[in-house]
């Protein structure tokens, strides 16, 4: 399922924003709608080959886009990624703090190393972006907007996500008390909580021992009886970024077909 928009695009024309992890999945996708939106962009991830072939093709499309390589858990990486906004474009106002892994295992057969790996990448990768985010949009006059990237996992309890799943009430838990510390100078940090979505570590799953079953299991408890679409996070993530959510922060917005209504 594709999510079709109607009205003219735009609501990011003129905003600089930076994409972590938008090589594949939901930054991907919300890399390229934000380009569309208008959007000067800085799409970071690991992964160099495909990031630069990302920048490369939504450069041909008429956007600007500049790509960074680089790991969010280490310091002097997430502070180039933020600094590659400021130099480029001269300022910052949207980070979409993306970046992350999905080890998904019971707590017996999750070693130290997996436990500490998650935290880096998804725990300390998002503090340290949205750290140095910060720091740049304090000296804009009318401050910017935060989305971290939670998940259902960072709001209830799930079999098989005992590294992950605390991994993510980080996610939860920094959007709430940044929000609270940066409201007054109108830094605004939300952040979406999805469902199962259709990334590249979802398609996976079925690789992997027990992940067969475990997908089909967590597809009937979304009500609306499937997973959903890179794109449908996209959409809100946008809304988040975008000065249509001018007085909404602290907000984690569930994206998740009524997952956690029940
Ligand atoms: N897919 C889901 O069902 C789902 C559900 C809820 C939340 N999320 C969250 O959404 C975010 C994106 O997940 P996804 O499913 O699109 O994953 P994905 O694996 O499809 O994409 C993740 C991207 O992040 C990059 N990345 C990984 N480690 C990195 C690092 N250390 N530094 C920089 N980049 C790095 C990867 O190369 C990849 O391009 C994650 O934070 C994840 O926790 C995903």
Not at 19 to 43: H, S
Not at 189 to 201: D, K
Request: charged content about 20%; glycine content about 12%; aromatic content about 4%.
């Amino acid at each position: 399922m594709t999510v079709e928009r109607s009205g003219p695009p735009g609501s990011l024309m003129g905003k600089v924003c930076v994409v972590t992890g938008a090589a594949f999945g939901i930054g991907r996708a919300t890399a390229e709608l934000f380009a569309r939106e208008g959007a000067q962009l800085v799409v970071t991830d690991i992964q160099a080959g495909p990031i630069e072939a990302l920048a490369g093709k939504l450069t041909a499309t008429g956007a600007a886009v500049v790509a960074v390589v680089g790991d969010v858990s280490v310091e002097d990486d997430a502070r180039r990624m933020i600094a590659a906004a400021t130099e480029a474009y001269g300022r910052l106002d949207v980070l979409v703090a993306n970046a992350g892994i999905i080890p998904l295992d019971d707590v017996l057969n999750t070693s130290v190393d997996a436990w500490d790996q998650v935290m880096a990448i998804d725990g300390r990768g998002m503090f340290l972006t949205c750290k140095f985010a910060i720091e740049a949009m304090l000296e804009n006059e009318n401050g910017g907007s935060i989305v971290c990237l939670s998940s259902i996992s960072g709001m209830a309890g799930q079999s098989r996500q005992a590294a992950y799943g605390p991994a993510k009430f980080v996610a939860t838990g920094l959007t709430k008390h940044l929000a609270i510390e940066w409201a007054a100078k109108n830094i605004r940090v939300n952040a979406v909580a999805p469902g199962t979505i259709r990334t590249e570590r979802v398609k996976q799953l079925p690789d992997e021992p027990g992940g067969q079953e475990y997908l089909e299991a967590i597809e009937k408890m979304h009500p609306m009886g499937r997973i959903g679409e890179p794109s449908e996070v996209a959409e809100a993530i946008l809304f988040l970024a975008s000065d249509a959510a001018s007085f909404v922060t602290g907000a984690v917005l569930p994206v998740d077909g009524g997952y956690l209504a029940q």
